[in-house]
């Protein structure tokens, strides 16, 4: 006698994405897998990796005579798998909306060579991410600690790669690649997020940034800050409007301690202190330091005005 009942649940389930897919005009579409891989995504990262910092990230036993060697076949390896990679997400996208004339071969490779050629300037990013790192930690000891070890450092390198992929209207992919790191280190990043250089993640679980927030150069977030969105404008049928400008602009050399939250599309002028556990839904003025008794006497002062 069987122990489960394989049989009926392999029928329930059958019925369960029929259901899905009748309900949302999918039936017949999918003839096999045809959506990225998060697993391929994952091998591939791991190679670019090692193809940015070798002697750091790559091979343990590699040796430095032998670097470009290794750099030259891993990212032929790497790109030919983003290759097929960005394929299958360009096919997917004109079944999905149903476009003709889309030569998603074409597409891809274009897509992936200027993958590619954007590498040297990312590893240049990634170069004053990783400095920034070690020159605002005292706990730092070398810059090869803070690549080796920093979850913000690993959590950078990641949202790099994704953003130029989500500019290069690969969305999936560049999801798949900053959820990686989200669930490695908890930290949160958009790819259509805006960063500049010199960009330091402290300690870093909890930090949120969304989609559309702007960050300039030497920028530094603690844990659990939240640069997040206020209110979501909704359509006619009452969905959340896509793409809008929702989330906050820091200006270069903002600091914003751990627990902050700032929401909506506010402005932090240049050099701001935002304090720890501040909530904040309106611009500051550059050089300002908000902290949260301060925050609490602008609520009451504004009540009793109002009053």
Same mark, same amino acid.
């Given at each position: 006698?069987?122990?489960?009942?394989?049989?009926?649940?392999?029928?329930?389930?059958?019925?369960?994405?029929r259901?899905?897919?009748q309900?949302?005009?999918?039936?017949?579409?999918m003839?096999?897998?045809?959506?990225?891989?998060?697993?391929?995504?994952?091998?591939?990262?791991?190679?670019l990796?090692?193809?940015?910092?070798?002697?750091?990230?790559?091979?343990?036993?590699?040796?430095?005579?032998?670097?470009?060697?290794?750099?030259?076949h891993?990212?032929?390896?790497?790109?030919?798998?983003l290759?097929?990679?960005?394929?299958?997400?360009?096919?997917?996208?004109?079944?999905?909306?149903?476009l003709?004339?889309?030569?998603?071969?074409?597409?891809?490779? +274009?897509?992936?060579?200027?993958? @590619? #050629?954007? /590498?040297? $300037?990312?590893?240049?990013?990634?170069?004053?991410? =990783?400095?920034a790192?070690y020159?605002?930690?005292?706990?730092a000891?070398?810059?090869?600690?803070?690549?080796?070890?920093?979850?913000?450092?690993?959590?950078?390198?990641?949202?790099?790669?994704?953003?130029?992929?989500?500019?290069?209207?690969?969305?999936?992919?560049?999801?798949?690649?900053?959820?990686?790191?989200?669930?490695?280190?908890?930290i949160?990043?958009?790819?259509?997020?805006?960063?500049?250089?010199?960009?330091f993640?402290?300690?870093?679980t909890?930090?949120?940034?969304?989609?559309?927030?702007?960050?300039?150069?030497?920028?530094?977030?603690?844990?659990?800050?939240?640069?997040?969105?206020?209110r979501?404008?909704?359509?006619?049928?009452?969905?959340?409007?896509?793409?809008?400008?929702?989330?906050?602009?820091?200006?270069? +050399?903002?600091?914003?301690?751990? @627990? #902050?939250? /700032?929401? $909506?599309?506010?402005?932090?002028?240049?050099?701001a =202190?935002?304090?720890?556990n501040?909530?904040?839904?309106?611009?500051?003025?550059?050089?300002?330091?908000?902290?949260?008794?301060?925050?609490?006497?602008?609520?009451v002062?504004?009540?009793?005005?109002?009053?």
């Amino acid at each position: 006698m069987a122990l489960f009942d394989i049989d009926s649940i392999v029928h329930e389930l059958h019925d369960a994405r029929r259901h899905w897919r009748q309900a949302h005009r999918r039936e017949g579409e999918m003839r096999g897998i045809e959506f990225p891989s998060r697993d391929a995504m994952a091998a591939l990262i791991g190679q670019l990796k090692g193809v940015l910092f070798p002697m750091r990230l790559g091979p343990p036993d590699l040796r430095q005579e032998s670097e470009d060697y290794h750099v030259a076949h891993a990212l032929d390896s790497a790109l030919h798998s983003l290759l097929r990679q960005a394929c299958l997400e360009l096919t997917y996208n004109a079944a999905l909306h149903r476009l003709t004339g889309v030569d998603a071969a074409a597409e891809a490779l +274009e897509a992936t060579r200027t993958f @590619g #050629a954007a /590498l040297p $300037g990312i590893r240049s990013l990634l170069d004053s991410d =990783v400095l920034a790192s070690y020159q605002g930690d005292p706990a730092a000891r070398s810059v090869d600690e803070v690549l080796l070890c920093y979850p913000g450092v690993l959590a950078m390198i990641h949202y790099r790669l994704a953003h130029c992929l989500y500019q290069l209207k690969l969305p999936m992919l560049a999801r798949i690649v900053g959820e990686l790191a989200h669930a490695a280190t908890g930290i949160d990043i958009h790819p259509g997020a805006q960063i500049g250089a010199g960009f330091f993640i402290d300690h870093g679980t909890g930090v949120v940034i969304g989609e559309t927030a702007v960050i300039g150069q030497r920028v530094r977030l603690y844990q659990a800050v939240t640069l997040g969105a206020k209110r979501f404008p909704t359509d006619a049928d009452g969905n959340p409007q896509k793409g809008l400008p929702r989330h906050p602009v820091l200006e270069d +050399e903002v600091v914003i301690y751990a @627990g #902050a939250t /700032l929401l $909506g599309r506010i402005t932090v002028g240049k050099g701001a =202190v935002i304090g720890g556990n501040v909530w904040l839904t309106h611009d500051v003025a550059p050089g300002a330091r908000i902290s949260q008794a301060a925050s609490r006497e602008e609520v009451v002062s504004a009540q009793g005005r109002a009053a």
